[in-house]
Nanobody, 118 residues
Framework: VQLQASGGGLVQAGGSLRLSCVFS????????MGWFRQAPGKDREFVGR????????LYADSVKGRFTISRDRAEKTVYLQMNSLKPEDTAVYYC????????????WGQGTLVTVSS
């Protein structure tokens, strides 16, 4: 069972990028996937999450209205669409699996670097 995140890269401020995270294990209705990020010299912070069954999403205030999380249940893939990117969005982005849907993340991907130039 693993998570594989991809899609990071270099983008100019105001641009867009889409990250993907593929999950190789079983999924069920209580399952949720989260996105986190960690900027250089800073603590890891929550970006957003999506419930696998309902598709209900939750976002951090810092990205609300700019980032969108979606999932493809057949492909077991979660996406993080990032629009209107800012230099402060520069970070390593991680996806994580919450098997019980209770906010405790059980499995983490390896991270993908997003760099936003000003």
């Amino acid at each position: 069972v693993q998570l594989q995140a991809s899609g990071g890269g270099l983008v100019q401020a105001g641009g867009s990028l889409r990250l993907s995270c593929v999950f190789s294990g079983y999924t069920f209705s209580s399952f949720a996937m989260g996105w986190f990020r960690q900027a250089p010299g800073k603590d890891r912070e929550f970006v957003g999450r999506i419930r696998w069954g309902s598709g209900i999403t939750l976002y951090a205030d810092s990205v609300k209205g700019r980032f969108t999380i979606s999932r493809d249940r057949a492909e077991k893939t979660v996406y993080l669409q990032m629009n209107s990117l800012k230099p402060e969005d520069t970070a390593v982005y991680y996806c994580a699996a919450d098997y019980g849907g209770n906010g405790s993340y059980d499995l983490w991907g390896q991270g993908t670097l997003v760099t936003v130039s000003s």
